[in-house]
């Protein structure tokens, strides 16, 4: 942890802060890492201590991560029904299309679904009944 300085009070917007989730940095600086693993939330931000770690995005990130690629998976799906291609060769091709695709967007997705949250206010679980 640094100096602190008055600016840095300031959260920044909406769409910084997405786009510092979209690259899997802390939507307060933009210089730590939001992740300790693949999915894993770090507890806090390791460069100016923001608790990231409390902040719940519960289903939201794979719900949308499902409805953003639904035109993908629509192209793939015409792809293996009207291709001139035997079924044993586009069916694992189009599989592992469809899983790379979930697996490079998810995190993305939700590094910035836990921004969009941090900058709201909301997904901390603090009203949450016990």
């Not at 949308?64 to 035997?86: N, R």
């Not at 790379?100 to 590094?111: E, F, S, T, Y």
Request: aromatic content about 10%; glycine content about 12%.
């Amino acid at each position: 942890m640094t100096g602190h300085t008055p600016a840095q009070d300031q959260k920044p917007s909406l769409m910084t802060a997405i786009g510092r989730g979209l690259r899997f940095r802390c939507p307060n600086c933009g210089q730590g890492r939001i992740f300790r693993a693949y999915l894993k939330q770090a507890d806090a931000c390791d460069h100016c201590g923001e608790p990231l770690g409390s902040i719940r995005a519960d289903d939201g990130p794979a719900w949308l991560t499902v409805l953003s690629l639904g035109p993908f998976l629509v192209a793939i799906t015409f792809f293996v029904s009207f291709g001139h291609f035997p079924l044993w060769a586009a069916l694992p091709v189009a599989a592992i299309a469809v899983t790379g695709a979930v697996l490079l967007l998810l995190p993305r997705i939700k590094g910035a679904f836990i921004a969009a949250l941090w900058v709201s206010g909301m997904g901390t679980g603090a009203g949450k009944a016990d």
